[in-house]
């Protein structure tokens, strides 16, 4: 065409070609752009981006419909994050237990509007500012482990706060962070507290009233008796009266010494030694009982075995102490085997048996076939002086608990009347 001088013709194609060619690198530029645009919306969570169908036409209507599409998905997920997000942090603030997250610097990231109720703060930014509330709690805050628990006593304008303190550790992208939970408990402690005490009133009212009453009583008689013999001091005694009287001072004396045992049970019961906390062979402990137990469970004629898996269990204890209390369980199974005739129960037993639980805690059980206990009596057997058999104290699962207390361990009873009972020791 060159050739043959179509020059117009030559220059019309190659501007054609030209602008084919500028139309097509930039239509390429304008969808990279959009393609640009559309994961930086994504990138930095904006999703106020839309795409308009222009028309275009064939797959690139198609592209935009798909970003809007993507973008709206993203949006719905963010707004289903955000009211989940609102929710918990309502229920944060509105629970009634106290809640405070921080950094391993202190600085708070989450209070809740209980915890400022507790520590009457409206802001806190940093736990340090709490040293104006307690220097204790403070510390406890620092020290406080995945699964610590402690007790902080704070005097608040003279008002004494028992804060209940929990705490949990987490990590969120690297970074340590502890979540802790703090709850007023002063009013439950005075509750069972105020409990307690009534019911141990009523206790020693009970046992005090029981010996005082029939003393009182004879001495009046023997009082009487005296005057009488007194009044007719011409008259030789006969020996009738001499032995009302005996009878009646030897019941004083066997009713004195009855009150003075309960009165020293009551203090035993109050002066409970420290533990001498040593690693003690749990096989060692079940040869001494069974020596001590062995002749008065053969007089009752129980089938009295141990059973320790494994072998070579230890627990970190006081022997003396934890003897005293399996010795006290193993006499009330002897005491409640001991009541039942052969007819109610041919074959005898009392099982004291060792294990690992699933805790990986050591634990000491002691089982019988025995009567039972009575559901309504099984919550009341660790109170003081509270007690199911004819003659006791009511004295030795108190001390029992109070001993296993002392080694931070539990001990719990499992009892259905006619199947038996079980106590057991976790450490």
């Not at 736990?127 to 307690?134: D, G, H, T, Y």
């Not at 009233?209 to 030789?236: F, R």
Request: charged share 25%.
């Amino acid at each position: 065409m060159f050739s043959q001088t179509y020059f117009i013709t030559v220059a019309f194609v190659a501007g054609l070609v030209v602008y084919q060619v500028s139309a097509m690198i930039n239509l390429l530029e304008n969808t990279n752009r959009e393609v640009i645009d559309f994961l930086s919306s994504i990138r930095y969570d904006d999703f106020s981006q839309s795409y308009q169908l222009t028309g275009r036409g064939g797959t690139f209507d198609e592209l935009n419909n798909e970003f809007n599409k993507v973008i709206q998905n993203f949006k719905n997920i963010r707004n289903e994050k955000e009211a989940e997000y609102q929710y918990l942090k309502n229920i944060i603030h509105h629970i009634g237990i106290g809640i405070v997250s921080f950094d391993k610097k202190g600085d708070v990231q989450i209070i809740n509007t209980a915890a400022k109720r507790l520590f009457k703060v409206n802001r806190l930014r940093n736990i340090s500012k709490l040293q104006v509330f307690s220097t204790e709690l403070v510390e406890h805050l620092h020290q406080l482990r995945t699964g610590s628990k402690a007790l902080v006593r704070v005097r608040d304008n003279g008002e004494i706060v028992q804060l209940a303190i929990y705490a949990i550790e987490l990590y969120l992208k690297g970074e340590e962070f502890k979540l802790v939970t703090v709850q007023n408990i002063q009013s439950e402690l005075e509750e069972k507290e105020m409990e307690a005490w009534q019911n141990l009133i009523r206790v020693l009212t009970h046992e005090i009233m029981n010996s005082v009453t029939p003393i009182s009583s004879l001495a009046n008689t023997v009082h009487g008796e005296i005057d009488y013999i007194k009044s007719t001091a011409e008259q030789e005694v006969s020996q009738e009266d001499l032995e009302d009287i005996g009878m009646a001072i030897d019941t004083i004396k066997r009713r004195s010494e009855a009150l003075i045992r309960f009165v020293s049970d009551f203090r035993n019961l109050t002066h409970m030694p420290e533990p001498n906390f040593n690693h003690v062979k749990v096989a060692e402990m079940f040869r001494h009982i069974q020596i001590l137990m062995n002749n008065e469970c053969k007089l009752y004629k129980i089938n009295f075995t141990t059973k320790l898996e494994p072998e070579s269990l230890i627990v970190t204890a006081d022997q003396e102490l934890i003897e005293q209390v399996l010795i006290n369980m193993v006499k009330n199974a002897v005491q409640a085997l001991g009541e039942m005739g052969e007819e109610e129960n041919g074959n005898k037993t009392i099982l004291l048996s060792a294990y690992q639980n699933s805790n990986n805690r050591p634990v000491i059980s002691i089982n019988d076939n025995g009567p039972g206990i009575d559901k309504d009596a099984i919550d009341r057997i660790f109170i003081p002086f509270f007690t199911t058999k004819k003659s006791g104290s009511g004295i030795g699962l108190s001390l029992s608990r109070q001993i296993m207390r002392k080694h931070k361990g539990t001990i719990t009873a499992n009892s259905n009347p006619g199947e038996g009972t079980t106590f057991n020791l976790v450490f």
